[in-house]
Nanobody, 124 residues
Framework: QVQLVESGGGSVQAGGSLRLSCATSGRTFSNYAMAWFRQAPGKEREFVARFPWVGNSPLYADSVKGRFTISRDNAKNTLSLQMNSLKPEDTAVYYC?????????????????WGQGTQVSVSS
C-alpha cells in the first residue's frame, strides 16, 4: 500500500500561481500511475491531471490545459502540480491519487489510494 501526503495549497489572487506536492511512501512510487483531482464545495470530485505508470504522456482536463503542469520525480517519490494563471473557479480541495495499473483512467473511483487533500483558494 502507498501513502500520499499533499502540501502547497493556499490562498492567491486570480492570475497567481501555486505549486502542489504529493509525497509518497510505503511502496515503489514508480510502480503507480498518479493523478490530481479536485473537489469544490457542493460538487463532485473531478479529474485535473494524470501521469502514467509507464512513459511520459500526461493528460489534462480541458479546464486546466495550458495552465497546469503535472510532473513526477521517481527518485524523490514525489508528484507535483504547477498551477499558473489561477482562476476563482480553480478553488477546491486538491487531492493526489494513485493506482497500480497501466490502464489509463480519469475516473476517481478507480484510484484506491488518496491523500488527505490540500485547500486551494483563488480570489478575484
Amino acid at each position: 500500500q502507498v501513502q500520499l501526503v499533499e502540501s502547497g495549497g493556499g490562498s492567491v489572487q486570480a492570475g497567481g500561481s501555486l505549486r502542489l506536492s504529493c509525497a509518497t511512501s510505503g511502496r515503489t512510487f514508480s510502480n503507480y500511475a498518479m493523478a490530481w483531482f479536485r473537489q469544490a464545495p457542493g460538487k463532485e470530485r473531478e479529474f485535473v491531471a494524470r501521469f502514467p505508470w509507464v512513459g511520459n504522456s500526461p493528460l489534462y482536463a480541458d479546464s486546466v490545459k495550458g495552465r497546469f503542469t503535472i510532473s513526477r520525480d521517481n527518485a524523490k517519490n514525489t508528484l507535483s502540480l504547477q498551477m499558473n494563471s489561477l482562476k476563482p473557479e480553480d478553488t477546491a480541495v486538491y487531492y493526489c491519487a494513485a493506482r497500480q495499473s497501466t490502464i489509463l483512467t480519469i475516473r476517481p473511483d478507480l484510484y484506491p489510494y488518496w491523500g488527505q487533500g490540500t485547500q486551494v483558494s483563488v480570489s478575484s
